[in-house]
Each structure stands twice: as C-alpha cells, then as structure tokens.
C-alpha cells in the first residue's frame, strides 16, 4: 500500500515558478515509477511527466518539455515537480501517482498504469 500527499500548489503569476512535492509513504517507494498528472478546468486528466524507479530515465509531454523538471528523492520518500515559465494554460489541479515494484529502467504515461493517487494540489497561472 502506498499513500501519497501533494503539496506546494497556489496561485502564480505567469512566467512565475512553483515546486510540487508528493511525500509518499510505505516501503515500496524506491522500488515504484512515479508520475505527474493534471487536470484543467473542463477537461480530462492528462499526462505531465514520469520518472523511473531509479530517477535515472524521464518523460515528459511535449506541452511542459522545457520548462518542469520531475526528480526524486528515495532518501525522503519525496517525488518533485519543478515547474518553470509557468502560463494560464498551465491552471489545474495537478495530481502524482505510483507505479510500486515497475520494471527497473521503465516509466508509464498513461493512467491505467498507475496503482496508487494522491488528492490533488491546485495551481493557478494569472495572466
């Protein structure tokens, strides 16, 4: 069982910068591929960025290539999203996942690879 708690959302001026943090709980952490997700206003949930197990290997949708940064830290149990150059069109409730005991070297980007969620932290992009 993996539980998963984002934090760091709020409200930012385009072009401003925001870190997302999901702390996550249970053993099975350093083993699991992770992920970030989001959901606008009106629309699905969407693929934002992944990582694997390891930290070594990342992918991101062509939308925020460039400008977030997914990282890990397996000491603290703790997956980030560095989100740079931020724009309205970046508004959503942003939500990570986990994928525990992934295949070493594999990231996913679709939600039915995920097991686990967490609730979600909103961030809001002012024009």
């Known amino acids: 069982q993996v539980q998963l708690v984002e934090s760091g959302g709020g409200l930012v001026q385009a072009g401003g910068s925001v870190r997302l943090s999901c702390a996550a709980s249970?053993?099975?952490?350093?083993?699991?591929?992770m992920g970030w997700f989001r959901r606008a206003p009106g629309k699905e949930r969407e693929f934002v960025a992944a990582?694997?197990?390891?930290?070594?290997?990342?992918y991101y949708a062509d939308s925020v290539k460039g400008r977030f940064t997914i990282s890990r830290d397996n000491a603290k149990n703790t997956v980030y999203l560095q989100m740079n150059s931020l724009k309205p069109e970046d508004t959503a409730i942003y939500y990570c996942?986990?994928?525990?005991?992934?295949?070493?070297?594999?990231?996913?980007?679709?939600?039915?690879?995920?097991?686990?969620w967490g609730q979600g932290t909103q961030v809001t992009v002012s024009s």
């Open positions: 990582m694997t197990s390891s930290g070594t290997n990342t």
């Open positions: 996942a986990a994928h525990p005991f992934a295949v070493s070297g594999r990231y996913y980007y679709t939600e039915k690879d995920y097991d686990y």
């Open positions: 249970g053993r099975t952490f350093v083993a699991a591929a």
